[in-house]
């Protein structure tokens, strides 16, 4: 497996203003994908990061809220815009496709704590 | 629908005794299987995976599942509980050739707690 990194690992906001995740991993993987695990709750998919081109969201999910950049194969941001109290959650990366392989099995970093006041 | 059911919200167990933990899952064909473990303020650590081929397997930490098709199951097994192994638990289920898109559908997650 990969070793992957968040940063930071976790902030304290105020309600209005926005942060960037960064999230790196040690090697070149195809895939990177960005979940939220709200408090008490399982994971939720917010987007696909894709290298060259605008990610991916699901449903429920926006890219004017969660502005997701990913210029190359080992690094990708996600920016939770104009927070509010309910975007309180932690937020994790993950990885698919190590060394180009196979896709399906995903390696997660170890999350952004984040704390909307 | 897509789904994955994790009955069990929480369980307690004494240490050195046995575990499994449940997962059943709702998919239309055969899909990719995964549990992992989230330790309090750590990220997810994968356990062990499913695709094909026996339908026992065999993970890190001495944890096992198996596979059973015929009630669309995937329960996650060790014979002796270590203190360690205090955590939450999650079952996922991802879609064949669906990496591209993620697609990775997680249960509630079971947490588990260790009695001395």
């Known amino acids: 497996s990969a070793v992957i990194s968040q940063k930071p690992s976790r902030d304290i906001c105020q309600r209005g203003t926005s942060l960037t995740i960064q999230c790196q991993v040690d090697?070149?993987?195809?895939?990177m994908f960005w979940y939220r695990q709200q408090p008490g709750q399982s994971l939720t998919l917010i987007a696909t990061?894709?290298?060259?081109?605008?990610?991916?969201?699901e449903s429920g999910f926006v890219i004017d809220k969660f502005p997701i950049s990913r210029p190359n194969l080992t690094f990708s941001t996600l920016t939770v815009s104009n927070m509010s109290p309910e975007d309180s959650s932690i937020y994790l990366c993950?990885?698919?496709?190590?060394?180009?392989?196979?896709?399906?099995?995903?390696?997660f970093g170890p999350g952004t704590r984040l704390t909307v006041l | 629908a897509q789904s994955v059911t994790q009955p069990d919200i929480h369980i307690t167990v004494s240490e050195g005794a046995s575990l499994e933990l449940r997962c059943n899952y709702s998919?239309?064909?055969?899909?990719?299987l995964f549990w992992y473990v989230q330790s309090p303020g750590q990220g997810l650590q994968l356990l062990l995976k499913?695709?094909?081929?026996?339908?026992l397997v065999q993970g890190i930490k001495g944890f096992e599942a198996e596979f059973k098709r015929s009630q669309s199951s995937f329960n996650l097994r060790k014979p002796s509980v270590h203190w360690s192994d205090a955590a939450e638990y999650f079952c996922?289920?991802?879609?064949?050739?669906?990496?591209?898109?993620?697609?990775?559908?997680f249960g509630k997650g079971t947490k588990l707690s260790v009695k001395p």
């Open positions: 996922a289920v991802g879609a064949r050739g669906g990496g591209s898109q993620g697609n990775l559908i």
């Open positions: 998919y239309g064909a055969t899909p990719y």
């Open positions: 090697s070149q993987v195809t895939m």
């Open positions: 993950s990885v698919g496709g190590l060394a180009g392989g196979f896709t399906d099995t995903q390696y």
């Open positions: 990061a894709n290298q060259g081109s605008e990610a991916t969201y």
């Open positions: 499913y695709f094909s081929g026996d339908t």
